[in-house]
């Protein structure tokens, strides 16, 4: 069986993002920063099928949208344009929040092509969060412009990601995103992207971090990526129980966590 929200439970806590959960088609985000023509993406893949709303208590636009790909259809989420997923803002503090609790079956990284540096920083912090992840190099027009040449082989085997070159401003490559979407959705491409390695000083403290974690919330585990949760503590980023007190009934002095929505 492929990937669907049934499978992961996860329907309700979508519906809080609302997303409706009802639907259990696989949800795709797509996540990148501001003008790397996410947007246009969007528009591509969604056509006249979307709705634009608020994210739920944020005055921030959420645009939501459907297409049917091979009779399956898939729910796809803008995410608002962020240079990183480190809540320093609302829109960050969204993008992270959503990937990390309504765990979109795929995340499409849309990145610029002719700035990849800047654009794969946040790649690599989605892949902290995730594994289900795809780079959507876009601008490939611009960077042929200006004689930028991408090794694609050598950065997928690098990153380890499905990467899938577009311009989509004239539709190209989206038939090719799609179809790698299914592929994961249907779990027919093993995916293990590279994970930042830290050094050796964190990563202890992330190892006696991680089982203490476990043992304290076992009802966490199967929602979050303890590691990357681990991460935040050292941190001392304290926005992520804020949005785990919106989700579950979290009370980190008695170390007790209760599901609240099942
Ligand atoms: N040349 C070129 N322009 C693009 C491409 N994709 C999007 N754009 C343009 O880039 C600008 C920003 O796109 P938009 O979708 O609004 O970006 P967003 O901020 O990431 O949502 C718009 O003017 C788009 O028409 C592309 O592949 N090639
Ligand atoms: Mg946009």
Known sequence: MGLTAQSSGVNLLRESFN????????VVALAGNPNTGKSTVFNGLTGLKQHTGNWPGKTVTQAKGYY???SQEYTVVDLPGTYSLLASSIEEQIARDF???AQPEVTVVIADATNLER???LLLQVTELSERVVLCLNLMDEAERKNIKIDL????????????????????????????IDKIVNQEVQLD????????????KVEKIVPE???????????????????RLLEGDRTIFETLEECYDVNLKNKKVVERRQ
């Open 99 to 101: 990937i990390c609790f």
């Open 119 to 121: 654009n794969l920083n």
């Open 193 to 204: 992207p590279i994970k930042i390695k830290y050094s050796s000083k964190i990563e202890e």
């Open 19 to 26: 997303i409706d959960g009802d639907k259990n088609n696989p």
């Open 153 to 180: 082989n050598g950065l997928a085997t690098d990153l380890q990601v499905p990467i899938v070159p577009t311009i989509a401003r004239d539709e190209k490559g989206l038939s090719d995103l799609k179809k790698v």
């Open 213 to 231: 974690l476990n043992k304290q919330f076992p009802n966490l585990r199967k929602n979050i990526n303890i590691r990357w949760l681990a991460l």
């Open 68 to 70: 049917t790909y091979l």
